[in-house]
T-cell receptor, first 114, second 113 residues
Framework: AQKITQTQPGMFVQEKEAVTLDCTYD???????LFWYKQPSSGEMIFLIY??????QNATEGRYSLNFQKARKSANLVISASQLGDSAMYFC???????????FGAGTILRVKS | NAGVTQTPKFQVLKTGQSMTLQCAQD?????MSWYRQDPGMGLRLIHY???????DQGEVPNGYNVSRSTTEDFPLRLLSAAPSQTSVYFC????????????FGPGTRLTVT
């Protein structure tokens, strides 16, 4: 079964607008962490944001925020005020405490238009 | 700090050849892991290690071996390369298993002909 599902293969957003990248996950573990990574065309993996399953507040890091809806098992990434440099592949990932492995979704390609 | 380093950056192998992808980190991280990235499939975990002397299998371990004799190094061995192993390989490390962030190396692009 898919542990991490990213249903949007590709997204377009106008510069300076906000965009939401979807991520749903599947786990029976009570303790887990959710991550978002950015991969620009140069290929490196850049950590963006983390949300723990017990965190009450949604995580925020600058222009990035994670919309965590535990009951729906979703962990959407919101990028505010998009910039051209945000054009990249974005991966959602989950680490379950029991199995102690980081599992990635297939990714969403984001293109920011000027 | 060099962070996580991987060598080589690019490699072409013939079917049946063996080779070792090197990974090293200088951050004293306990947790290290290897992933492969194929188009449309995200990153898939090959093997991981929670400390020196301890390794375990990920999602796609077949055809690969690892060892962790030191905290710093975590080499990935391809025993007998196959075209299906053509991929980009990433090594990653983090301070502890529950750590928020994994630091990724720059990747190795491997082609098996």
């Amino acid at each position: 079964a898919q542990k991490i599902t990213q249903t949007q293969p590709g997204m377009f957003v106008q510069e300076k607008e906000a965009v939401t990248l979807d991520c749903t996950y599947d786990t029976s573990d009570q303790s887990y962490g959710l991550f978002w990574y950015k991969q620009p065309s140069s290929g490196e993996m850049i950590f963006l944001i983390y949300q723990g399953s017990y965190d009450e507040q949604n995580a925020t890091e600058g222009r990035y925020s994670l919309n965590f809806q535990k009951a729906r098992k979703s962990a959407n990434l919101v990028i505010s005020a998009s910039q051209l440099g945000d054009s990249a592949m974005y991966f959602c990932a989950m680490r379950e405490e029991i199995v102690n492995k980081l599992v990635f979704g297939a990714g969403t390609i984001l293109r920011v238009k000027s | 700090n060099a962070g996580v380093t991987q060598t080589p950056k690019f490699q072409v192998l013939k079917t049946g050849q063996s080779m070792t992808l090197q990974c090293a980190q200088d951050m004293n991280h306990e947790y290290m892991s290897w992933y492969r990235q194929d188009p449309g499939m995200g990153l898939r975990l090959i093997h991981y290690s929670v400390g020196a002397g301890i390794t375990d299998q990920g999602e796609v371990p077949n055809g690969y071996n690892v060892s962790r004799s030191t905290t710093e190094d975590f080499p990935l061995r391809l025993l007998s390369a196959a075209p299906s192993q053509t991929s980009v390989y990433f090594c990653a490390s983090s301070f502890a298993t529950g750590s928020h962030e994994q630091y990724f190396g720059p990747g190795t692009r491997l082609t098996v002909t």
